[in-house]
């Protein structure tokens, strides 16, 4: 029992070495600036992490899934796994560091870290909007004007809904939309204070602007507009 838990020690040693490698390798991708700057990287990161996993376990024959499942008494010994154990493997390997640092905290090979603190939210003083600028042509530039009002008037803004086909979403969150203000996220404004947000059209000359919003947005809104020039 002790040399099978000692081999399993060793066998996971090995893949937290083996996933190391791997998420240091596609950092390069993941931080290359034509990357970021034409897709959408939360969205990417996942399925790409996962063809590298799957290509780890066949070109290499790294069923990780398989030789646990042997060491623990899952299967018998000399079984190379199938399709599934496969799957799981890549899988495994794309979860990253962080992955197999939850697996060794679960195993009681490592002890747990402290809950990080949580992710900073919207503040109840703050709202997040974005400007999406439709009908432009390739190598036009629009610009995207905020100007503070002095008052408030009418109903605080709180969201927006817009009907989307299921393919533009998937479009949509695969993408980094260049013709939105900010690419991806939102731009924070006060809440409860009145402005008015314009597209410039810098085609022209004198420039013209349409104006998008004229008003407040309520506590933690996040509102997504759209124009069309």
Do not use: C
């Not at 996962?50 to 008494?73: E, H, K, N, P, S």
């Not at 086909?165 to 006060?190: C, D, K, M």
Request: cysteine-free; overall charge neutral.
């Amino acid at each position: 029992m002790d040399e099978a838990l000692a081999n399993l020690a060793i066998e996971l040693g090995k893949l937290a070495i083996v996933v190391v490698l791997v998420e240091s390798a596609m950092s390069t991708l993941f931080n290359w600036r034509v990357y970021r700057a034409v897709f959408n990287h939360r969205a990417l990161k996942t399925p790409i992490m996962l063809a590298v996993g799957l290509m780890i376990v066949w070109g290499f024959g790294y069923d990780i899934f398989a030789r646990t499942m042997v060491l623990v008494g899952a299967m018998q010994a000399g079984d190379t796994g199938n399709l599934l154990t496969q799957v799981v493997s890549a899988m495994i390997i794309a979860g990253g560091s962080s992955g197999i640092n939850t697996l060794f905290q679960n195993l009681g090979l490592r002890s747990v870290l402290p809950d990080a603190p949580p992710r900073p939210q919207l503040a109840a003083t703050e709202a997040w909007i974005s400007v999406q600028v439709n009908g432009g042509q390739p190598g036009e530039a629009f610009h995207v004007a905020i100007a503070p009002l002095a008052t408030a008037a009418g109903p605080a803004l709180a969201g927006s809904v817009e009907v989307k086909r299921f393919w533009q979403r998937v479009r949509e969150a695969w993408r980094s939309e260049s013709n939105r203000f900010p690419n991806y996220g939102g731009w924070s404004l006060e809440a409860n204070k009145g402005y008015k947000i314009e597209v410039v059209d810098v085609r022209t000359a004198p420039a013209s602007s349409t104006t998008v919003f004229e008003g407040s947005f309520a506590p933690r809104a996040i509102i997504d507009f759209q124009v069309t020039v």
